[in-house]
């Protein structure tokens, strides 16, 4: 499995922007294909975005599409999710998990096998 990490999150205000990363242990990340998945207070754990192992494919929530653009850089062994136009109802702890395989199956957490501890986004009204 790889081992992942993210970074990147913190406090903005309506409207602004972040870029989180997600760096892997080695290079095994250029066999699988990543997502970014979020969790709010209170809430269960839900897809944002997703990425096959080229970068050809991508893949949105609805709430996001338009905002969100997740992106990899397989040289750098690095998952990123730039993250415009937010608002409050983005506040979550958002993770990378890494597929199954080179290509996006499904969003759905069971066809993601490792995951990071997360970093926070807070968006302020």
């Known amino acids: 499995q790889v081992q992942l990490v993210e970074s990147g999150g913190g406090l903005v205000q309506t409207g602004g922007s972040l870029r989180l990363s997600c760096a892997a242990s080695?290079?095994?990340?250029?066999?699988?294909?990543m997502g970014w998945f979020r969790q709010a207070p209170g809430k269960g754990r839900e897809f944002v975005a997703a990425?096959?192992?080229?970068?050809?494919?991508?893949y949105y929530a609805d709430s996001v599409k338009g905002r969100f653009t997740v992106s990899r850089d397989n040289t750098k062994y690095t998952l990123y999710l730039q993250m415009d136009s937010l608002k409050p109802e983005d506040t979550a702890l958002y993770y990378c998990?890494?597929?199954?395989?080179?290509?996006?199956?499904?969003?759905?957490?069971?066809?993601?096998?490792?995951w990071g501890p997360g970093t926070q986004v807070t968006v302020s009204p």
């Open positions: 990425i096959n192992w080229s970068g050809s494919s991508t």
């Open positions: 080695g290079r095994t990340f250029v066999s699988y294909a």
């Open positions: 998990a890494a597929g199954l395989s080179r290509w996006v199956t499904t969003t759905t957490e069971p066809d993601f096998n490792s």
